[in-house]
């Protein structure tokens, strides 16, 4: 079976990738949205390329259990305005990423029905889905997939999806990952947003305050003052705007 991973190099969804390929010996399709607007994007595929060759180093065979990385520009997606209505609807319950429209719409333009997207336990769109699932097993897998009908027709934005990781948290992960014997691999993990022109993370955007939130603080080093100043003055603008 070939698991289709939304990957991006960053700590969940490595370890899922990770686990696939070294301990349940599956064989993952990569899917990566190109946002050419995120400063982001060149770390993540250049983090997502080093991790291969890192996992090759572990095991010769890796490599080949993971196969070219399916990469799509956002532009290219048809974006469904029924996700986009239903994601606005869910926002009127609490904050929920703005990314989530245009995943379920490359989902249903790819016609993808298991689509594995790595939300967590403590994840923001975890709060939406964690009575709404029921969990499946494969084997030595196993995942959650959401009910159906859901509770809410505004919860069908996450129908074709998986979530292998659900009841894990970040640092669970690192738990296992110590175990498994890849640890060093998931630490060359991406997250930031922002990152600075060193190439570290810039420890304000929400993906930085979000992984300091669930004990990964130790990766992210004190922003800078021309950060700080950055980011309060945005708030400012936003604000009078």
Not at 62 to 80: C, M, N, S, Y
Request: hydrophobic share 35%.
């Amino acid at each position: 079976m070939i698991h289709p991973v939304l990957w991006t190099g960053g700590w969940d969804s490595t370890y899922r990738v990770l686990d696939l390929v070294f301990n349940k010996k599956r064989t993952v399709q990569p899917h990566y949205i190109k946002d050419p607007k995120r400063p982001s994007t060149p770390v993540e595929l250049q983090t997502m390329e080093a991790i291969k060759k890192m996992m090759a180093e572990i095991d010769k065979t890796a490599g080949d259990r993971v196969l070219d990385t399916i990469t799509t520009g956002l532009a290219e997606i048809p974006i469904d305005p029924l996700m986009t209505n239903y994601h606005s609807e869910l926002l009127k319950i609490q904050h929920l990423g703005g990314q989530y429209p245009w995943l379920a719409s490359y989902a249903i333009f790819k016609e993808i029905d298991d689509l594995e997207l790595c939300i967590h336990r403590d994840d923001k769109a975890e709060f939406f889905i964690r009575n709404d699932v029921e969990s499946f097993r494969d084997d030595d897998d196993c995942y959650y997939k959401l009910k159906s009908p859901p509770s809410r027709q505004e919860l069908a934005l996450f129908a074709r999806f998986r979530f292998p990781i659900l009841e894990m948290t970040k640092l669970e992960m690192e738990r296992k990952a110590k175990e498994f014997g890849f640890e060093h691999i998931l630490e060359k993990t991406w997250f930031c947003f922002s990152p600075t022109w060193t190439g570290k993370p810039c420890g304000i955007c929400y993906p930085c305050q979000y992984a300091k939130a669930e004990g990964m603080g130790r990766r992210i080093p004190p922003p800078s003052m021309y950060r700080r100043i950055r980011a309060m003055l945005g708030r400012v603008k936003r604000k009078w705007i």
